[in-house]
């Protein structure tokens, strides 16, 4: 089977990225960009983001997560600690974070360290969201094979029953990552494929080296 796709084609034209825009901390233009993809509308999900991490044997994996904070500290986002991520992020905390905001034709790509976030954050967070969710972190092992979508269903009755008319805590094995960025591009599309690139690098001093890149 054969498909060309060489005449999906689009010419990026929404926005630029001027020497004016950037910023000196790359949070605060994270957060710029972030207010404008919301604002600019379409639909989309902002803060869904890839999230890669590589194995033991170098072999990357790429998956959507949700980003539901952003500090001055990092990006956070919340799984499950025994999944397939938590364990690569346990023996290689690099890991590599990219939104694609077509919308605005904006790329962001964020290289920094993972580590746990405290657990009363993560206790925090586990309350606000709703019981189906609290529920559903308990009844999957996540990446685990299952043998059937029934076997799923029933464990979520199991813990369904269990926590009738009580609190549904938080698992232990599920709870927030932070992110701490070490380089962050921002991209915006431009005619003729001459992009904007600005690329911020973290120093041993803790300043931002901003970098112009060629597309
Ligand atoms: C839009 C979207 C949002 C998602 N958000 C999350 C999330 O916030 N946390 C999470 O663990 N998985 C989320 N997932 C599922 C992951 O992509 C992935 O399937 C899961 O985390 C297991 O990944 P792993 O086996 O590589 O660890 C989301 C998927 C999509 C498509």
Known sequence: MEKDLSNYRKNYQK??????EVLENPIELFQKWFYEVDEFGGDI????????TVADDGSPT???????????????????YNSAKGKEIEKNPNVCLSFFWHNIERQVIIKGIAEKI?????????????????????????SQVVPSRKYLDDRLSFFENKFKNKE????KHWGGYIVKPTCIEFWQGRPNRMHDRIQYTLQENFDWKIERLAP
């Open 15 to 20: 926005k630029e990225l001027s020497k004016k």
């Open 45 to 52: 999900e902002a803060n869904a983001m890839t999230v890669s």
């Open 62 to 80: 790429n998956r959507i997560v949700l980003l539901k904070k952003y500090t001055w500290e990092g990006f956070i986002f919340y799984t499950n």
């Open 118 to 142: 405290a657990e009363n954050l993560s206790d925090g967070y586990f309350e606000s969201r709703p019981d189906g969710s609290k529920l559903g972190a308990w009844a999957s092992d996540q």
């Open 168 to 171: 549904i805590t938080r698992p």
